[in-house]
């Protein structure tokens, strides 16, 4: 079973500083998928960046980017420019590799709390 | 594109009752839907995977009796919450499979019983 760890229960970050969000995962696959998603206030679930194992370039969208690290099992998500609407839940994801008849539920790790202040 | 729309949004129901919650893939097919259940300022919880045509997998601890789920069609699955109890009360989200795209989220249906 995979198990998705993210140590920071909450957090704050001044507007337009940068922030760095962790995440840690357990695993005997070789290949999977992370994602990162947020869930502001609405507590709508969004899709902000998604990273597949065997690249191992770090994924980024715009003000959002990963530091994988494989073999630590690490992928942590860094938000520049911090903004007051990325005030949110955030949620580190594992997901086992997709096949065509079926899919895998998402593993969340509890969430990060993150608070944006002026 | 990649919308998953969820209906009620928001649901009050007297205690013994049913209610169902409906999950459509608008611009996609989704083989596969998953249900979700979130407590405030917790993580979602897995409750069910739902396949087109076929039964509902059931997490441990989940009762099937109680959440049943229906996906007939490739972009609809329900989740009815039967005799529904106070206990019941929470958030509760589907999302459906797009592959390596990750999972598009329903908005959500807070469920209120009384």
């Known amino acids: 079973a995979q198990t998705v760890t993210q140590s920071q229960p909450e957090m704050s970050v001044q507007e337009a500083e940068t922030v760095t969000l962790s995440c840690t995962y357990d695993t005997s696959e070789s290949n999977y998928y992370l994602f990162w998603y947020k869930q502001p206030p609405s507590r709508q679930m969004i899709l902000v960046i998604r990273q597949e194992a065997y690249k191992q370039q770090n994924a980024t969208e715009n003000r959002f980017s990963v530091n994988f690290q494989k073999a630590a099992k690490s992928f942590s998500l860094k938000i520049s420019d911090s903004q007051l609407g990325d005030t949110a839940m955030y949620f580190c994801?594992?997901?086992?590799?997709?096949?065509?008849?079926?899919?895998?539920?998402?593993?969340f790790g509890k969430g990060t709390s993150l608070l944006v202040t002026p | 594109g990649a919308v998953v729309s969820q209906h009620p949004s928001r649901v009050i129901c007297k205690s013994g009752t049913s209610v169902k919650i409906e999950c459509r893939s608008l611009d996609f097919q989704a083989t596969t839907m998953f249900w979700y259940r979130q407590f405030p300022k917790q993580s979602l919880m897995l409750m069910a995977t739902s396949n087109e045509g076929s039964k509902a997998t059931y997490e441990q601890g989940v009762e099937k009796d109680k959440f049943l789920i229906n996906h007939a069609s490739l972009t609809l699955s329900t989740l009815t919450v039967t005799s529904a109890h106070p206990e019941d009360s929470s958030f509760y989200i589907c999302?459906?499979?797009?592959?390596?795209?990750?999972?598009?989220f329903g908005s959500g249906t807070r469920l209120t019983v009384v």
């Open positions: 994801a594992f997901m086992k590799p997709y096949t065509t008849n079926s899919g895998y539920a998402l593993n």
């Open positions: 999302s459906a499979s797009r592959g390596f795209y990750g999972y598009t």
